[in-house]
């Protein structure tokens, strides 16, 4: 493996690798012009559409033992559904940047052999027809933990990007002072990243898990996070939002298979002294009226249950516990799309990508691809829909 992979030169990390072994001229300069059509192709925007459509989310549970495990189906996933926009979430890539020295959030990690053997696996992943055609962005944590993506067809150029929930209103800033400032912040873990196009923006997220226990990296923490991402919702009133990603958190009965299981659970038989922190960390009753709070003042509509309003209890979830031990069986909905209700009458469909026990369609993850398809602002919703 180390023979095969060369290093990769900082500046080229994002540049696609020939993967022939041994090229001759003539194959090569074919290759070039084959990819250089591919290449103006994919930034040409197709006529009946001025903006991005089609959706997928997908905690990813770690996107290289994906790449290495999984690409081939999730591949076909993303040939067969044609997203606009993929958001990855738990990336589980490290960012750039040495050891005791201040790390780069937006680049992957490759100082040493081993992660440029694990950038270059992931960067040839995406190098491949069907992803060819997107931008990417990274919000990375220091270590193999958490951290999102984004990836962009390259025909619908965000206006900006940036990767933290912080205010910004009443910062006496130019816009291009602002803008770079927002690019450079991120949000810790790399839990954030904020598209602006021209009539939304879009928020990928994972938000994080509320934990058993009373502590700074549990209850609190949550509490900190739905509080800050309530301020941030509500703020946001010039343009519609959608926010996709792993929200941990299943706002209803109807979103959990096992109600009863998820509200009595408990880790070594610990009981929080409040019992409105007791239970499954995404199914307490305090998270799940935070986030109706959040919904209701966020102005905000889950589109899988607007669409579905009756429980399926195959495909109605988007995680699903391990199939061996005392999980099996036991599902959550905790991956969502959320979007303005000025968009509401735009929602096609809104689709789980996996069901079963047995975790079909889940590509390798715990969590399954979750699809969101909008109609066109000028285009009649019924006219359009393409399940994933």
Same mark, same amino acid.
């Given at each position: 493996?180390?023979?095969?992979?060369?290093?990769?030169?900082?500046?080229?990390?994002?540049?696609?690798?020939?993967?022939?072994?041994?090229?001759?001229?003539?194959? /090569?300069?074919?290759?070039?012009?084959?990819?250089?059509?591919?290449?103006?192709?994919?930034?040409?925007?197709?006529?009946?559409?001025?903006?991005?459509?089609?959706?997928?989310?997908?905690? #990813?549970?770690?996107?290289?033992?994906?790449?290495?495990?999984?690409?081939?189906?999730?591949?076909?996933?993303?040939?067969?559904?044609?997203?606009?926009? @993929? +958001? @990855?979430?738990?990336?589980?890539?490290?960012?750039?940047?040495?050891?005791?020295?201040?790390?780069?959030?937006?680049?992957?990690?490759?100082?040493?052999?081993?992660?440029?053997?694990?950038?270059?696996?992931?960067?040839?992943?995406?190098?491949?027809?069907?992803?060819?055609?997107?931008?990417?962005?990274?919000?990375?944590?220091?270590?193999?933990?958490?951290?999102? #993506?984004?990836?962009?067809?390259?025909?619908?150029? =965000?206006?900006?990007?940036?990767?933290?929930?912080?205010?910004? *209103?009443?910062?006496?800033?130019?816009?291009? &002072?602002?803008?770079?400032?927002?690019?450079?912040?991120?949000?810790?873990?790399?839990?954030? &990243? !904020?598209?602006?196009?021209?009539?939304?923006?879009? !928020?990928?997220?994972?938000?994080?898990?509320?934990?058993?226990?009373?502590?700074?990296?549990? %209850?609190?923490?949550?509490?900190?996070?739905?509080?800050?991402? !309530?301020?941030?919702?509500?703020?946001?009133?010039?343009? =519609?939002?959608?926010?996709?990603?792993?929200?941990?958190? /299943?706002?209803?009965? &109807?979103?959990?298979?096992?109600?009863?299981?998820?509200?009595?659970?408990?880790?070594?038989?610990?009981?929080?002294?409040?019992?409105?922190?007791? *239970?499954?960390?995404? %199914?307490?009753?305090?998270?799940?009226?935070?986030?109706?709070?959040?919904?209701?003042? $966020?102005?905000?509509?889950?589109?899988?249950?607007?669409?579905?309003?009756?429980?399926?209890?195959?495909?109605?979830?988007?995680?699903? $516990?391990?199939?061996? $031990?005392?999980?099996?069986?036991?599902?959550?909905?905790?991956?969502?799309?959320?979007?303005?209700?000025? !968009?509401?009458?735009? &929602?096609?469909?809104?689709?789980? +990508? +996996?069901?079963?026990?047995?975790?079909?369609? %889940?590509?390798?993850?715990?969590?399954?691809?979750?699809?969101?398809?909008?109609?066109?602002?000028?285009?009649?919703?019924?006219?359009?829909?393409?399940?994933?």
């Amino acid at each position: 493996m180390k023979r095969f992979f060369q290093p990769v030169k900082k500046d080229e990390s994002f540049k696609r690798t020939n993967l022939s072994s041994s090229p001759t001229k003539e194959s /090569s300069n074919e290759e070039q012009q084959q990819q250089w059509r591919e290449e103006k192709n994919d930034t040409l925007i197709p006529e009946e559409k001025k903006e991005p459509l089609k959706f997928i989310t997908w905690n #990813a549970n770690s996107f290289l033992l994906r790449v290495k495990n999984n690409w081939p189906e999730f591949t076909k996933l993303v040939e067969t559904f044609d997203p606009d926009v @993929i +958001g @990855i979430q738990e990336v589980r890539m490290p960012a750039a940047g040495s050891k005791g020295a201040p790390k780069n959030p937006r680049e992957l990690k490759d100082d040493t052999s081993s992660s440029r053997e694990e950038k270059q696996i992931l960067m040839r992943a995406i190098s491949s027809p069907q992803f060819r055609k997107y931008n990417v962005w990274w919000s990375l944590a220091d270590s193999k933990y958490a951290g999102t #993506a984004l990836f962009v067809k390259k025909c619908f150029e =965000p206006k900006k990007v940036s990767f933290s929930l912080d205010k910004t *209103g009443n910062l006496a800033l130019s816009d291009k &002072i602002l803008n770079e400032l927002l690019a450079s912040k991120h949000e810790p873990d790399g839990r954030v &990243i !904020l598209a602006e196009f021209e009539s939304f923006r879009l !928020l990928n997220t994972y938000v994080p898990n509320n934990g058993w226990k009373d502590e700074e990296t549990s %209850f609190q923490r949550r509490k900190k996070w739905d509080k800050r991402i !309530l301020e941030f919702v509500t703020q946001l009133c010039d343009k =519609p939002l959608i926010w996709c990603g792993d929200l941990n958190v /299943s706002h209803q009965d &109807i979103d959990v298979s096992h109600p009863d299981f998820f509200s009595s659970a408990k880790l070594n038989g610990y009981v929080p002294p409040n019992k409105e922190d007791c *239970g499954q960390p995404g %199914f307490t009753l305090n998270e799940r009226k935070r986030f109706s709070t959040i919904l209701s003042d $966020g102005k905000l509509i889950d589109a899988y249950r607007y669409l579905h309003e009756e429980k399926d209890a195959d495909r109605g979830f988007s995680w699903s $516990g391990n199939p061996i $031990g005392k999980y099996r069986g036991k599902r959550m909905r905790i991956d969502y799309f959320l979007v303005s209700e000025k !968009l509401k009458d735009r &929602i096609v469909a809104c689709d789980m +990508g +996996g069901q079963g026990i047995e975790l079909e369609g %889940f590509y390798g993850s715990d969590h399954c691809p979750v699809s969101l398809e909008l109609a066109d602002s000028s285009t009649d919703p019924s006219e359009t829909n393409t399940p994933l």
